[in-house]
């Protein structure tokens, strides 16, 4: 079974540009999720969609971050304008129904280096 | 208080040791919790479950205290490949789910 897919894996822009993340979830698990790692950190919590909606996107710094899963399927997370502080790896995460169960299944991750 | 507390170490350990982590969490209703194993450069993966007062899986055994709010993760007979940073993760939604991870404790185990 194909796992949680994420592109590009690896990106540096400098501040102030724009950046986008896709990511493409197991098929189908109704719940994808956006976390940011910043070194040293756990993952934090973006957004969560349940299928095409919006369950959770209070932590998303929604100035400059912006995420949409259109079709319910794939999602993209953009950045616009970049700054140095969202430096992190971005973890693309789904499963089969809400978080309670616990078992998220990560992509392998986006690493972006602001400069 | 913060969410989740985890002491980062790192715990550096010889094969076949035994060690335990602890984990304080802030929001006593949590009901469920949950074990995540990152290795360096990799994303996390479930490890174990945590729904009543503890769990065993093998050689690793998560242990829960409601009354002090801890909850804790047991490796018996470690092995080099056990080497990986091990967050925390309270579910902090209910059934609506919320999972708030620690920052991880980092294990090496060395031959």
């Known amino acids: 079974e194909a796992g949680v897919a994420q592109s590009p894996r690896y990106k540096i822009i400098e501040k102030r540009q724009s950046v986008a993340f896709w990511c493409n979830p197991i098929?189908?698990?109704?719940?994808l999720y956006w976390y940011q790692q910043i070194l040293g950190q756990g993952p934090k919590l973006l957004i969560q969609?349940?299928?095409?909606?919006?369950?959770?996107d209070s932590q998303l710094p929604k100035d400059r971050f912006s995420a949409e899963r259109l079709k319910g399927v794939d999602s993209t997370l953009k950045i616009q304008p970049a700054k140095l502080e969202d430096s992190a790896v971005y973890l693309c995460a789904s499963s089969l129904g809400l978080s309670s169960t616990g078992e998220l299944f990560f992509g392998e991750g986006s690493r972006l280096t602001v400069l | 208080r913060k969410e989740v507390e985890q002491d980062p170490g790192p715990f550096n350990v010889p094969e076949g040791a035994t060690v335990a982590f602890n984990c304080t969490y802030s929001?006593?209703?949590?009901?469920?919790f949950f074990w995540y194993r990152q290795d360096c450069r990799k994303e996390p993966k479930l490890l174990m479950s945590?729904?009543?007062s503890g769990n065993e899986d093998g050689r690793f055994t998560a242990q829960l205290n409601r009354a002090s709010q801890y909850i804790s993760l047991l490796i018996r007979d470690s092995k080099l490949s056990d080497s990986a940073t091990y967050l925390c993760?309270?579910?902090?939604?209910?059934?609506?789910?919320?999972?708030?991870f620690g920052k991880g404790t980092k294990l090496s185990v060395k031959p």
């Open positions: 098929s189908g698990h109704a719940t």
């Open positions: 993760v309270p579910n902090y939604g209910g059934s609506q789910g919320n999972l708030i």
């Open positions: 929001n006593s209703a949590s009901q469920s």
């Open positions: 969609f349940q299928n095409n909606g919006v369950v959770d």
């Open positions: 945590v729904y009543s």
